[in-house]
C-alpha cells in the first residue's frame, strides 16, 4: 500500500511539488512503500490531503484522504444487502469490519479459505480489520494483562495477540489494526493510562514480530496505536516506544469508550493532547480516528492533521430514527437555512433508554445524544409532511419518499425505515467527505465548519 500525502493544500497561490525525501519516501514498510507529497512554502494549516493506493487485492483501487471508512457489522455494512450498498455509492471504498463482531466466525471463514471479502460477498472492497466496534461502548475495566476482551453477541471473549492474529490471518483483510488497550478516558486514572499504553506498546509489538513471520500477512499493512488517555506525556512515550516497528500508519485511540462516549467529546480536553500528539508523527504515514464524533468534532480533527475516520455516527442516528439534514456541501454566499427546525437544546440531552430506536442495551444507559445534527423522524411534526428529508438531496431515500412516509414506517417499526434511514444518512455523509477535501483544495474549511456552527446555534436558539 503507499500513501500519498499532499500537505496542507491550502492556499491556492502555492504550487505543489513532487519531492523525494531520503528518510521519508524511500522508506519500505514490508513491501509496500510510502512516498510523500508536500508543498515548498510554509503551509497555513495542518488540514491534509492524500491518497491510499497500491493495495496488494486491488491494485487499482485509488483512496482519497480525508477518508471515511464505511462501518460494518458482521462484515455487512447495517441495514443494507450489497445491492442497496451500491445504489448509496459505486465510488472505491474501505470497508472497517470490527473483529468483535467477527470473532466467532473465524473458524467458518478460514476454512472457506478465501478471506472476509469473498465469504461476505464484498470482494470488490477493500476491507480493515479493527479491533473494536467504534460505533458501541466498550464496557471498561475489563482487559487484562496479556489479552483485551472482545464483548460479542455470545459474551465476554479474552484474545491475545497470537490468537489475534491467528484471526487476522483467517480473515485476511486488506489492513489491519494492531491489538489495542485503549480503554481509557478523560477520567482515567494515571495508573490506568500507563498501563494501557505498555500494554499497547507490548501488543504491537508481538503483532508486528507474529505479521513478518506470516506468510499471509507479511504483505498486509498494520496500523499501530497510539495510546495514553488524555495524557500528553504518555502518549508521547507510547509513540517513542513504538519507533522501529514497521507500520503503515497510526491509530489515536484511548480518547473514548467508543458508541456514544465519541459523541460527547469536548474540543476544549481533547485539542491540546491531540495537537502534541500528532507532531510527534511521522508527516508521511496516515493517521486515524475512529468513533461517531460529531460533524463539527471531525472537522476540527481534519484541521489537525487526521486522515481516516469511520462511519459509524450516520448508522448511530438511523438507529435512533434520526435523519441527517446538517449542511454538508460548501455553501455558495451567506445561503440561509431555508427550513425552520425543531430546536434543540444543548441541555435537552436523552439517554438511549429513552431514544428512538434502540441499541439493544449496548450502550451506556448515563451516556447522553445530542440531536442537533438530525431530525427525530418519529417526531409527530413529520406525519403529513410530503416534503423529502433533505431538499435537493440525490439519495435514493429523498427521490422516492417523504418524510411522511418514513414517519410512517420508523413509528410502526417496519424494516424499511432503518433502511431507508440508513441509505440517507450515509449518502449524506460520503458527500460531507467529498466537501471536506473540496474545502482543503480551495482553502475554504473554515467556512465549512463556520456553515456548521451557524446551523447548530440556529438549531439552539
Request: hydrophobic share 40%.
Amino acid at each position: 500500500m503507499i500513501f500519498i500525502l499532499n500537505l496542507a493544500l491550502i492556499n491556492d497561490i502555492y504550487r505543489l511539488k513532487h519531492l523525494f525525501v531520503s528518510n521519508l519516501s524511500t522508506a519500505e514498510f514490508n513491501s509496500f512503500q510510502l512516498e510523500l507529497d508536500t508543498l515548498s512554502s510554509v503551509a497555513k494549516s495542518t488540514a491534509r490531503l492524500g491518497s491510499l493506493s497500491e493495495f496488494t487485492r486491488i491494485p487499482e483501487a485509488v483512496l482519497e484522504t480525508p477518508l471515511l471508512l464505511l462501518h460494518t457489522r458482521g462484515a455487512s455494512v447495517p441495514h443494507l444487502s450489497y445491492d442497496l450498498l451500491q445504489m448509496v455509492s459505486t465510488e472505491s471504498q474501505i470497508l472497517q469490519m470490527p473483529l468483535v463482531t467477527l470473532v466467532d466466525h473465524t473458524k467458518n471463514v478460514k476454512a472457506f479459505g478465501k478471506g472476509i471479502a469473498e465469504f461476505a460477498g464484498l470482494k470488490e472492497y477493500l476491507n480493515y480489520v479493527s479491533v473494536q466496534d467504534s460505533g458501541t461502548t466498550t464496557p471498561e475495566g475489563y482487559h487484562e494483562k496479556n489479552s483485551v476482551s472482545l464483548w460479542t453477541r455470545g459474551g465476554r471473549k479474552l484474545i491475545d495477540p497470537q490468537t489475534y492474529i491467528t484471526c487476522i490471518e483467517a480473515l485476511k483483510p486488506d489492513m489491519f489494526q494492531a491489538m489495542v488497550d485503549g480503554d481509557t478516558t478523560s477520567n482515567s486514572s494515571v495508573k490506568r493510562v500507563r498501563r494501557s499504553v505498555d500494554d499497547t506498546v507490548k501488543f504491537a509489538g508481538i503483532c508486528a514480530n507474529l505479521k513478518e513471520k506470516s506468510e499471509v500477512l507479511k504483505d498486509t499493512p498494520m496500523l499501530a496505536c497510539i495510546t495514553g488517555g488524555y495524557n500528553i506525556k504518555e502518549r508521547l512515550r507510547c509513540i517513542t516506544e513504538l519507533k522501529g516497528l514497521d507500520v503503515a500508519g497510526y491509530v489515536l485511540e484511548g480518547f473514548h469508550t467508543n458508541g456514544e462516549s465519541a459523541t460527547n467529546l469536548i474540543w476544549e480536553d481533547l485539542e491540546p493532547v491531540l495537537t502534541e500528539t500528532i507532531e510527534s508523527l511521522p508527516d508521511n504515514l496516515p493517521r486515524a480516528f475512529h468513533g461517531p464524533v460529531t460533524p463539527i468534532i471531525l472537522l476540527n480533527l481534519v484541521s489537525k492533521g487526521i486522515d481516516i475516520f469511520d462511519a459509524t455516527f450516520p448508522w448511530l442516528v438511523a438507529e435512533r430514527a434520526g435523519a441527517l439534514i446538517f449542511p454538508n456541501t460548501l455553501l455558495k454566499g451567506n445561503a440561509p437555512i431555508t427550513e425552520t427546525l425543531p430546536s434543540v437544546k444543548s441541555q435537552a440531552l436523552i439517554t438511549p433508554k429513552e431514544k428512538d430506536g434502540s441499541l439493544e442495551n449496548e450502550n451506556s444507559k448515563d451516556e447522553l445524544v445530542d440531536r442537533v445534527f438530525e431530525i427525530n423522524i418519529k417526531d409527530k411534526l413529520y406525519f403529513n409532511d410530503t416534503r423529502p428529508l433533505v431538499e435537493d438531496c440525490s439519495c435514493y431515500c429523498c427521490r422516492k419518499y417523504s418524510r411522511s412516509y418514513i414517519h410512517h414506517l420508523s413509528t410502526t417499526s417496519e424494516l424499511q425505515g432503518p433502511i431507508l434511514l440508513m441509505m440517507h444518512n450515509l449518502h449524506h455523509y460520503i458527500n460531507f467527505f467529498r466537501s471536506i477535501r473540496l474545502a482543503i483544495r480551495e482553502d475554504q474549511l473554515q467556512g465549512l465548519h463556520s456553515t456548521l456552527e451557524q446551523f447548530v446555534t440556529s438549531r439552539r436558539s
